[in-house]
């Protein structure tokens, strides 16, 4: 591999996308960020890309940089460099990334999807420094997750090691948007602790909640913020969630056996309100010796994320 200080990193977004110019330290040295042209098509995504690389390189050589790193939501093969349909991306099928970026610029270009890159950015400078097995889980708008097993990043047989959100937990449980019932994501993730906030609204009319916002409005941001404020309707819809992604976590923990899960925007945000709970149900469901060995922990690198994870593409070898 290149020993070239720079590597240029893309992180792809429904909402935004971001270029960063960044060393071998993580230190970012220059970036650029804007709103997703998404509703113009994906060709206009990448004339974007393309223009946005173009300002963060300016002024250093190609011999300087030691390649582009891609994190993208899938589906997506990382081999062959090619994404395929994320939802939060419409239009875009079989969209050779990695060929147009290796056209425009003459550098190689790794692509990858976005958990993965993210766990290999909180293994290497985050909450999973020192790990030799650890698990991220993304936990907001969906639940993912990437895979560091032996030190290196384990992406499966075709792209599809780490859909922990996807495991089923409740049989003919609430329908996920993947098309299966009772799908962790469907329990969990930032939506459903909307939805069941909803379904609830009946049983608990003078929360505090409904003070911030409406059923049809709520958010699960609204629902952490009323169980900060101490409201318990929104600590009982908090728990609900937080003790199925500890089931979650529990079958993972008997497959994987890992030394440590970083959990993501949730976790970050409501802290103990949801890791008690979630630490609760793992005793419950996971192996006393798995647990012995295992810590749920928080992310650590918040906004950095995003930049470091496509950087870290480069610095996997």
């Not at 609204?201 to 101490?230: C, F, K, N, Y």
Request: negative net charge.
């Amino acid at each position: 591999m290149s020993t070239a200080p720079c590597i240029v990193g893309v992180d792809i977004g429904g909402t935004k996308v971001a270029c960063v110019l960044a060393d071998a330290g993580g230190i970012i040295l220059a970036r650029q960020w804007q709103p997703t042209r998404a509703g113009e098509g994906w060709q206009a995504v990448v004339n974007q890309l393309l223009e946005m690389c173009e300002a963060v390189m300016q002024g250093v050589s190609r011999e300087g940089i030691r390649g582009i790193g891609i994190s993208c939501g899938g589906p997506l093969d990382s081999l062959r460099g090619i994404v395929y349909s994320p939802p939060n991306l419409p239009g875009w099928d079989a969209v050779p990334i990695v060929r147009l970026f290796e056209e425009r610029f003459g550098l190689p270009v790794r692509l990858e999807n976005d958990a993965n890159a993210t766990a290999l950015a909180e293994h290497r400078f985050g909450a999973g420094r020192g790990t030799r097995n650890m698990v991220f889980m993304t936990w907001g708008t969906g639940i993912g997750g990437g895979l560091i097993l032996d030190g290196r990043l384990y992406r499966g047989t075709n792209d599809l090691a780490g859909e922990i959100g996807h495991i089923t937990i409740l049989q003919d449980g609430p329908p996920c948007g993947c098309g299966k019932r009772g799908c962790l994501e469907a329990l969990a993730s930032g939506p459903s602790i909307a939805r069941r906030a909803r379904e609830l609204a009946g049983d608990s009319p003078e929360s505090a909640l409904w003070q911030m916002t409406s059923p049809e409005e709520v958010t699960a941001q609204h629902v952490v913020d009323a169980a900060q404020a101490g409201d318990i309707f929104a600590r009982f819809v908090l728990t609900e969630a937080a003790t199925y992604m500890g089931i979650g976590i529990a079958n993972l923990a008997q497959i994987v056996n890992p030394e440590r899960v970083v959990l993501g925007t949730i976790a970050v945000k409501a802290g103990d309100l949801v890791l008690e709970p979630l630490r609760r149900a793992l005793e419950v469901h996971a192996w006393s010796r798995v647990r012995q060995v295992l810590t749920v922990v928080p992310a650590e690198l918040g906004g950095r994320a995003q930049d470091l994870a496509a950087v870290c593409l480069w610095l996997e070898d």
